[in-house]
């Protein structure tokens, strides 16, 4: 299926995306969006013909649990609802702990790679079935960026990707912003990977802006895109014609002749890398036994599995198997967010990086979902948020992860100033309760801040 030129759509910048010229779809993330109705944006831009692909973030499939059936079901409701002709999440792991390893339960907060093993490989593919089988239309992966790897690996990242395909006949979703960064940071060839992977499975291709700090490059999608990531753009578009190309951003939004100005970028850097000898791909051959939504074209195989670990394993050695993965990453996680040793094999200076990058996401994100906490707090808002995370790692969501914060500090001695402390003493009522204060309430509330000069 042809998707063309997109961007991704955030409520932020959604009349600036309106406004754009030559958008053909759009991207918007499946979480941000009600189950049953959409907004007002969305829904002009569908009248307008314009496609909308719902992108999960939290569905975890590389992890060592099964998909979560609440949230496919979520996931799936939101794709009918856009009328999507396609779904894609990431091969990420975003929680561990739990039942597979009677530990608490640890949320991350963001997108973590798998080792590229047979172990996790085998744990992402039957995830993935379960989750095509659970969606009612083709699903595609996104290779993510990392600033750490995990020691031991028996793949690269394209053969890692071909037998992704070749398993399951998942679709693939190539950022190549990510690959860039996996360049960066981890020494990854991003052509090398192009070279493995199986072209044939994109469906389509995100490209996102970043920055380099002290040697790391940060996967921010709130900078502009750089000459680096349209390089592995045009390495990619040398070797098929992607049947879309996607601009994300994210964060620190730009005026929409910026966004215009990348978009154009872009497209230009497509033309200049088909020339006359960069004919489209072929068509791949289909599993004819598929069921109809998990079809898709099988990928080249990487080098052939060791003779120990034949394919076709039994329920017993699935299971340990998933064990495996479950204590695997539940240590890694758990080093990152509970302060506990680094794993054996990773690097500590880079698990640091990535400790204090996770910390720093939440209190942007808990931020943003309340932003009542940043006015509250002032200037303090980061550094008492930053103190909160390093002693509380995340167990629920963003929203659960405000609620959490406003109690702990709470408890522990709050803020100096007097109002500030009975503002976020409300705030914490006010949304922990089983109730809402009554109105009543609130005009008392509002009254009080008038007379104390807030």
């Known amino acids: 299926m042809e998707l063309g030129i997109g961007i991704g759509w955030r409520p932020e910048i959604a009349h600036e995306v309106e406004a754009l010229a030559g958008i053909d779809w759009v991207e918007a993330v499946a979480e941000n969006l009600c189950a049953d109705h959409l907004p007002d944006s969305l829904v002009r831009l569908r009248e307008r013909g314009v496609t909308v692909v719902p992108h999960g973030v939290a569905l975890g499939l590389g992890g ?136 044939e499975a994109i469906a389509y291709v995100h490209v996102a802006g970043g920055v380099e700090r002290n040697g790391v490059w940060h996967d921010t999608h709130a900078h502009p895109v750089t000459a680096p990531v349209l390089e592995v753009l045009a390495e990619l578009r040398s070797r098929v014609d992607p049947p879309g190309v996607l601009l994300e951003r994210d964060d620190a939004f730009p005026p929409g002749g910026e966004l215009a100005d990348e978009l154009d970028a872009i497209r230009a850097t497509l033309r200049a890398a088909a020339g006359p000898a960069a004919p489209e791909a072929p068509a791949a051959p289909e599993d004819p036994e598929a069921p109809a939504h998990r079809k898709g074209p099988r990928g080249a195989r990487p080098a052939a599995r060791d003779e120990h670990r ?102 522990v001695d709050g803020p100096a100033d007097p109002v500030a402390r009975r503002a976020l003493t409300h705030w914490w009522q006010d949304r922990s309760g089983a109730l809402p204060p009554g109105r009543a309430t609130r005009l008392i509330r509002a009254a009080r801040a008038v007379l104390l000069g807030r």
């Open 64 to 199: 060592a649990d099964r998909p979560d059936p609440d949230r496919l079901a979520s996931l799936a409701a939101r794709v009918e609802l856009l009328g999507a002709p396609l779904v894609t999440e990431h091969i990420a792991f975003v929680r561990a702990g739990g039942p597979l390893t009677a530990s608490p339960r640890l949320e991350a907060g963001h997108l973590l790679p798998v080792p590229r093993t047979w172990d996790a490989l085998d744990v992402l593919c039957e995830n993935v079935r379960i989750a095509q089988d659970s969606l009612p239309v083709p699903l595609a992966l996104e290779n993510i960026a990392a600033l750490i790897s995990w020691p031991d690996e028996e793949l690269t990242e394209g053969q890692f990707l071909a037998e992704l395909v070749e398993r399951t006949g998942v679709r693939l979703l190539i950022d190549v912003a990510n690959l860039h960064t996996n360049h960066v940071n981890l020494g990854q060839d991003p052509a090398k990977a192009l070279d493995e992977l199986p072209v």
């Open 310 to 411: 034949p394919p076709g394993a039994t329920a017993a050695t699935a299971t340990a198997t998933r064990d495996r993965t479950a204590v695997a990453q539940t240590a890694l996680l758990s080093a990152l967010v509970a302060g506990t040793p680094a794993p054996a094999g990773f690097d500590p200076v880079r698990l640091r990086v990535q400790s204090r990058a996770l910390a720093a996401k939440r209190a942007d994100v808990v931020a943003k979902v309340a932003p009542e906490l940043p006015e509250i707090f002032g200037d303090g808002y980061r550094a008492a948020f930053l103190a909160y995370a390093g002693v509380r790692p995340m167990a629920g969501g963003y929203r659960r992860d405000a609620l959490d914060f406003a109690e702990h500090v709470l408890v």
